[in-house]
């Protein structure tokens, strides 16, 4: 059993910028794949970022892309997400997430294939 806690997100300014962190907790095989995924209110959860844990590659959302990076520590126990140039269309809850499996992009558009989920951690970014 994982636990993921999430931290990091705050009011920002449109063009400011945040970097969240997730802790992930419990045994963790090197075969997981490690995300992010946010939800606005009153859209569906949609997939931002994802990392597979042992081999590193990484995948991202069209919207993001060039803004956004998923990392992790070298203890592959923290994955963060830095996000650059802010804008109100990243506004929403960011929740970090973890998955049995080695991930692709299509994972993104998949958060039923992930089994472990933080509880959120809110981003809000105003003009």
């Known amino acids: 059993q994982l636990q993921l806690v999430e931290s990091g997100g705050e009011p920002v300014q449109t063009g400011g910028s945040l970097k969240l962190s997730c802790k992930i907790s419990g045994k963790i095989a090197n075969n997981y794949c490690l995300g992010w995924f946010r939800q606005a209110p009153g859209k569906?959860?949609?997939?931002?970022?994802?990392i597979?844990?042992?081999?590193?590659?990484?995948?991202?959302?069209d919207s993001v892309k060039g803004?956004?990076?998923?990392?992790?520590?070298a203890g592959k126990i923290t994955v963060y997400l830095q996000m650059n140039s802010l804008n109100s269309e990243d506004t929403g809850t960011y929740y970090?997430?973890?998955?049995?499996?080695?991930?692709?992009?299509?994972n993104l558009?998949?958060?039923?294939?992930?089994?472990y989920w933080g509880q959120g951690t809110q981003?809000?970014?105003?003009s």
């Open 44 to 50: 569906e959860r949609e997939g931002v970022a994802v």
């Open 52 to 61: 597979n844990r042992n081999v590193g590659d990484s995948y991202y959302h």
């Open 67 to 73: 803004r956004f990076t998923i990392s992790q520590d």
């Open 96 to 106: 970090c997430a973890a998955m049995r499996n080695y991930c692709s992009q299509q």
């Open 109 to 115: 558009l998949r958060p039923q294939d992930f089994d």
């Open 123 to 126: 981003v809000g970014v105003s």
